[in-house]
Each structure stands twice: as structure tokens, then as C-alpha cells.
Nanobody, 123 residues
């Protein structure tokens, strides 16, 4: 499994960024995909997740501002981030995970494959 993120950078508060993650080495649409983030001195936390049929889950901290999507034909995951806040500053990681077998289909604890991360800085 290989996950490669891109699209991070620096932006002013209120601005927008779009992250992308290209996956290879496995059957993309058979797995949950997600975006996690880790700020300095804090634990990594789940931000958004999406199943193969595009059922989505969001953390309360990003709900209404971030949109996760996937293009299964391109093995690519996206995260559209709007109304960015300084507290969104973190390293963002793309991740792949097993389905829960229940509802919701994607659970934070089931993610086990990670990209190298891309830095997002909001000032």
C-alpha cells in the first residue's frame, strides 16, 4: 500500500486549500479512506472519512468546513478545506482502513495504512 499526499501549504485564516492523495498497491474502492491530522504536541486525530460508495464521516471540528471526496477511477482521495482557522494547522495524513462491517462503515480505529503527510499552516 502506498499513499502519497499533496496540496498542503500556508494560507491565511479564512482561506481554502485542497489536499489530494494518490493510492496504489491495493484495490482502492474496497477500503475506507480518510484524512487525519496531527498538530505539534498533540495526538493524531481523525478529520474525515469516506467509504467506497461515498458515505462520509466528519469530526465535529471540521464539519461544515471540510469536504472529503474520492475518485475511484483515479485511485485518488481529496479534502477540500474552507474557512480555515489557525487551529487547523497540522500535518495532514491520508489513510486507508478496513470496513467496520456495521454502521458507520468507516471507523477511526480501523485505519492502519498511512501516507507521509503534508503540512498545512494557517496564520
Amino acid at each position: 500500500v502506498q499513499l502519497v499526499e499533496s496540496g498542503g501549504g500556508s494560507v491565511q485564516a479564512g482561506g481554502s486549500l485542497r489536499l489530494s492523495c494518490t493510492a496504489s498497491g491495493y484495490i482502492f474502492d474496497k477500503y475506507c479512506m480518510g484524512w487525519f491530522r496531527q498538530a505539534p504536541g498533540k495526538e493524531r486525530e481523525g478529520g474525515a472519512a469516506i467509504s467506497g460508495d461515498s458515505t462520509t464521516v466528519y469530526a465535529d471540528s471540521v464539519k461544515g468546513r471540510f469536504t472529503i471526496s474520492r475518485d475511484n477511477s483515479k485511485n485518488t482521495l481529496y479534502l477540500e478545506m474552507n474557512s480555515l482557522k489557525p487551529e487547523d494547522t497540522a500535518k495532514y495524513y491520508c489513510a486507508a482502513g478496513q470496513y467496520s462491517g456495521g454502521w458507520p462503515p468507516c471507523l477511526w480505529r480501523n485505519f492502519g495504512a498511512w501516507g507521509q503527510g503534508t503540512q498545512v499552516t494557517v496564520s
